[in-house]
């Protein structure tokens, strides 16, 4: 069965910093990548979605992730943080097998602390 | 534009009692749609998913159902709670056709059997 798994359950940073979170899964085909984000009291958002071509997609405020196919990961990534970046994020994964169709496993989430 | 509606936003229920929650989505046709457990440090787990009228797959077994009377009304229920039903319930829409289509989440509701 397919997993994904997130690197780190908390991360701790200072406003301006970089932020990089680490997801990897573990199926051999063809996968389709989301980061999701979470911001206190909300509902979950898609952050950003890579389907196919260039592995390096772009998503809203600032953030992108990296597919590397033969590491397995879809890490996500932003230059500098802000303080309204703190939130819970979630990488997902859909595996194109025959029956994992539209459904998506989820890492265990990272929550991201951004302080002034 | 779509949009999801989740209800109650938060549950207080005592062990053995049963369940109701339910979810619609407006301005699409026959989405695909899921209920998906939320707890802390573990991420999201699917429990059920539907692709159309009485089309009910479970993906682990437990002690919920899920039926979708509607095409647009997805409901979750128990006919008696456990203590370990207690978690955060989200429910879910995407469009009917691709593996690449991102999920669309209600605001979920806040479960505590007690």
């Known amino acids: 069965a397919q997993s994904v798994s997130q690197h780190n359950h908390h991360v701790i940073l200072s406003e301006a910093a970089s932020l990089e979170l680490g997801c990897n899964y573990s199926y051999g085909g063809t996968v389709n990548l989301f980061w999701y984000v979470q911001y206190p009291g909300q509902h979950l958002q898609l952050l950003l979605k890579y389907f196919s071509g260039d592995p390096l997609v772009k998503g809203i405020k600032g953030f992108e992730a990296e597919f590397i196919k033969s590491k397995f990961s879809f890490n996500l990534r932003k230059p500098s943080v802000q303080w309204s970046d703190t939130a819970e994020y979630f990488c997902a994964v859909n595996a194109e097998t025959t029956d994992s169709w539209g459904k998506l496993q989820f890492g265990a989430g990272t929550q991201v602390v951004v302080t002034p | 534009s779509q949009t999801i509606h989740q209800w109650p936003a938060t549950l207080v229920q005592p062990v053995g009692s049963p369940l109701s929650l339910e979810c619609t989505v407006e301005g699409t046709s026959n989405p695909n749609l899921y209920w998906y457990r939320q707890a802390a440090g573990r991420g999201l787990q699917l429990l059920f998913y539907?692709?159309?009228?009485?089309?009910i797959s479970s993906e682990v077994p437990q002690n919920l159902s899920a039926s979708r009377p509607q095409d647009r009304q997805f409901i979750l229920s128990s006919k008696k709670l456990l203590l370990s039903d207690s978690g955060f319930y989200l429910c879910?829409?995407?469009?009917?056709?691709?593996?690449?289509?991102?999920?669309?989440f209600g605001n979920g509701t806040r479960l505590t059997v007690t």
């Open positions: 539907s692709i159309g009228i009485d089309q």
């Open positions: 879910a829409w995407s469009p009917p056709a691709g593996y690449n289509s991102p999920l669309h």
